[in-house]
């Protein structure tokens, strides 16, 4: 996530004022949302806490900051999230990380039942990015809001992201260094081949922006 998604995402929310209690689905860690990517946290979380949205993030993998483990499609999972009374899921970059997209937006749609929201994020245009995996899946936004066949749209649009050369910049890295990280992975491609596509893979976006498609979508079926 970006930090102009992540303060887009904010203000949506913020906006619609009644997406308390709202469920993060793949959430990873409180240090990965507060030191790896602080603009999650700072652009996005820390405001809805504020504005008093009670968030609870979920994530396939245990860790600080993860308040429920699990898979969503796993039955006793999904059956604890249905309990809870979600009154938004929130759905930021999951889709093109999973093998069965239909599968969790069925779920994402069961959770949040009628009259609920579902704020769906996924690149439109981006590197490839393994988490476990990427299956490339880069939706327009009217596109995303179509895969949603219970909902209706509230919102589809595009969010432009840093390019390639800005994310460098404001890393505090290199042009120089970034090719011999490139050139590092290249050497362990055969040991570790999904890091050194994405490595290849981001210098097509050196000088274009990454974009992702944003949809708000209600429930308007059981």
Not at 65 to 78: E, M, N, Q, S, Y
Not at 213 to 221: G, K
Request: charged share 25%.
């Amino acid at each position: 996530m970006f930090e102009a998604e992540a303060a887009r995402l904010c203000e949506i929310l913020l906006e619609r004022g009644d997406v308390s209690p709202l469920l993060n689905l793949g959430s990873s860690t409180g240090a990965f949302r507060s030191s790896a990517k602080p603009h999650v946290e700072a652009r996005l979380f820390a405001p809805l806490r504020e504005a008093g949205v009670e968030v609870v993030h979920c994530d396939l993998k245990e860790g600080e900051g993860v308040d429920v483990v699990g898979d969503i499609l796993d039955p006793a999972l999904f059956e604890e999230l249905a309990r809870m009374g979600f009154r938004c899921v929130l759905a930021a970059n999951v889709l093109e990380h999973v093998r069965d997209p239909a599968a969790v937006i069925a779920a994402c749609e069961e959770i949040a039942g009628p009259g609920g929201l579902i704020l769906a994020t996924v690149p439109s245009s981006a590197p490839y990015h393994a988490d476990p995996i990427d299956t490339l899946y880069r939706p327009s936004p009217a596109a995303l809001a179509a895969s949603f066949g219970r909902c209706s749209a509230l919102l589809a649009e595009e969010v432009i992201g840093p390019t390639y050369k800005q994310r460098i910049a404001a890393e505090g890295s290199s042009l120089s260094r970034e090719i011999g990280r490139t050139l590092a992975f290249t050497l362990l491609a055969p040991a570790r081949p999904k890091s050194a596509r994405a490595r290849w893979s981001r210098w097509r976006w050196y000088r274009r922006p990454q974009r992702v498609a944003i949809a708000l979508l209600e429930v308007t079926s059981s």
